[in-house]
């Protein structure tokens, strides 16, 4: 993969009124690949691309538990059993991580942010070991 483009799906209000915004999880993310894969060209028009989904719900008074889901999916072709030969091209994910967040709505905004910042990391690591150079 030499390219990617990064798509964030909406927010819902909880995650919203923990301060977070789809324009700083691409932020957030766009630093977290340019650091850690400065090989990647960002691109919109990119047919790889970068998935960011963040779920959040209350968890009890002042308390909120956050998903934070990266995927990356990319075109494939997928072949016939008995042969070589192609059947049909799709999108597919080719690696997926997540991690589940539990605390305080005040500081959740910081905690998911340096949960992508951690995701990206182990999305570099996976991917160097896939194409050592």
């Given at each position: 993969?030499?390219?990617?483009?990064?798509?964030?799906?909406?927010?819902?209000?909880?995650?919203?009124?923990?301060?977070?915004?789809?324009?700083?999880?691409?932020?957030?993310?766009?630093?977290?690949?340019?650091?850690?894969?400065?090989?990647?060209?960002?691109?919109?028009?990119?047919?790889?691309?970068?998935?960011?989904?963040?779920?959040?719900?209350?968890?009890?008074?002042?308390?909120?538990?956050?998903?934070?889901?990266?995927?990356?999916?990319?075109?494939?072709?997928?072949?016939?059993?008995?042969?070589?030969?192609e059947?049909?091209?799709t999108?597919?994910?080719?690696?997926?991580?997540?991690?589940?967040?539990?605390?305080?709505?005040?500081?959740?905004?910081?905690?998911?942010?340096?949960?992508?910042?951690?995701?990206?990391?182990?999305?570099?690591?996976?991917?160097?070991?896939?194409?050592?150079?």
């Amino acid at each position: 993969m030499t390219q990617a483009s990064i798509v964030v799906e909406q927010l819902e209000k909880t995650a919203k009124d923990i301060g977070l915004s789809e324009e700083t999880l691409e932020s957030q993310t766009l630093v977290g690949l340019k650091r850690d894969l400065p090989k990647l060209k960002i691109s919109k028009d990119a047919s790889p691309y970068v998935y960011v989904k963040v779920l959040a719900v209350e968890a009890g008074p002042d308390r909120v538990a956050v998903y934070v889901d990266i995927k990356v999916n990319r075109p494939v072709k997928i072949l016939r059993d008995w042969s070589n030969s192609e059947v049909t091209a799709t999108v597919a994910t080719v690696w997926n991580k997540g991690k589940l967040l539990i605390g305080t709505k005040y500081d959740m905004a910081s905690k998911v942010r340096e949960a992508i910042s951690d995701l990206t990391t182990k999305l570099a690591a996976a991917y160097y070991r896939d194409n050592p150079e």
